[in-house]
């Protein structure tokens, strides 16, 4: 009962907005009191504006919305990015925001680990051969056959909650794992080496694997340049679960092409969907899945378990939110 009413001193209605999460359903069974339904397109969204005072929500979000927001008071993100708020505005409204940094660590993860397993056991050649009906023999060129995860070096480039995760899979394939993070001093317990951010160019070189995890900020953006990836060994492997802004797009298909970098994992690209005319499409030496690194049958609940913990601090006045970004 004192959550329910701690809950409601900031929430009257909550609105939840994505075409395909079932957060509505997932809040409903929680009991919590408070009044809520679910949109499934930014129109939709636009006529129900007015009446809210807590949206959930991630890339139908459009900043110009606010206009048509006159009582809200908070918003989750549904996902970890929160690069597509407007920030300033948010602040100048008294609008909170929080992110769900956390709640895909497990799945994103796990989906880094799949695509550097199918690179290296040649999955994804062997589904396009099941495609064609095609027995493929043995590889004789040891530079094309698959390989052993074993004994191999991944660097992760960003190491928190899901960098992390990943290197503690790593380990159970018996790999080296080196952490390249912002706050070296804390959170890098699964990995033999940690190095701040600055250090990224010099381990480079030593990286069978190099998987991106880190957020996009102005100090991201275009991390992987071609300068970059002239630095990896031409055997490396690119894993990105982050975001394709991170890397110069451009000149990582160079690479693939010319076969100065040997493959590439990516579950996120510089334009999404990623345009048909992209070269990327056509690599043999590159594995593409459409943005889903972060889906789990757990995803509402976790995102859920975010909002309600958030909702019962601002009822209880606190100001400091759960993955608090305004």
């Given amino acids: 009962m004192e959550l329910e009413k701690s809950i409601r001193r900031i929430g009257r209605k909550v609105c939840f907005a994505h075409s395909a999460y ?14 809520s339904f679910q949109v499934r397109s930014v129109e939709e969204l636009k006529e129900h504006l007015s009446e809210v005072d807590v949206v959930v929500i991630s890339m139908m979000w459009r900043n110009e919305l606010l206009r048509d927001a006159p009582n809200l008071k908070y918003i989750q993100s549904i996902s970890s990015g929160t690069d597509h708020f407007d920030r300033g505005a948010l602040r100048e409204r008294g609008i909170r925001l929080a992110s769900a940094s956390g709640a895909n660590a497990n799945a994103v993860a796990e989906h ?38 074993a004994g191999k070096t991944l660097l992760v480039v960003g190491y928190g909650r899901i960098g992390s995760r990943l290197g503690k899979i790593a380990k159970a394939f018996n790999m080296n794992v080196i952490a390249v993070k ?47 990836l002239r630095a990896m060994k031409p055997s490396a492997h690119l894993i990105n679960v982050a975001r394709g802004k ?10 693939l092409e010319s076969r100065s970098l040997r493959a590439a994992g990516l579950d996120v690209t510089r334009e999404e969907p990623l345009p048909p005319e992209s070269p990327l499409w056509r690599l043999p030496n590159v594995l593409i899945t459409p943005h889903t690194a972060a889906e789990t049958c757990a995803y509402e609940d976790n995102v859920i378990d975010i909002l309600i913990e958030n909702l019962s601090r601002l009822g209880r006045g606190e100001q400091t939110l759960r993955n608090q970004v305004v």
């Fill in 182 to 228: 912002q706050d070296v001093s804390v959170g890098a317990e699964s990995a033999d080496e940690v190095y701040d951010k600055s250090r990224l160019f010099e381990l480079l070189p030593r990286a069978d694997v190099v998987a991106l995890t880190c957020p996009l900020t102005s100090e991201t953006e275009n991390l992987i340049t071609a300068s970059a």
């Fill in 112 to 149: 880094a680990m799949a695509l550097m397993l199918s690179l290296r056991r040649h999955v994804h050649t062997g589904r396009d051969n099941q495609s064609a009906k095609l027995w493929r023999g043995m590889i004789s060129d040891l530079d094309s056959r698959e390989d052993e995860l």
């Fill in 246 to 255: 991170v890397v110069d797009e451009g000149a990582l298909i160079d690479a």
């Fill in 22 to 35: 079932h957060m509505h359903v997932k809040f409903e069974e929680r009991k919590t009191g408070i009044s």
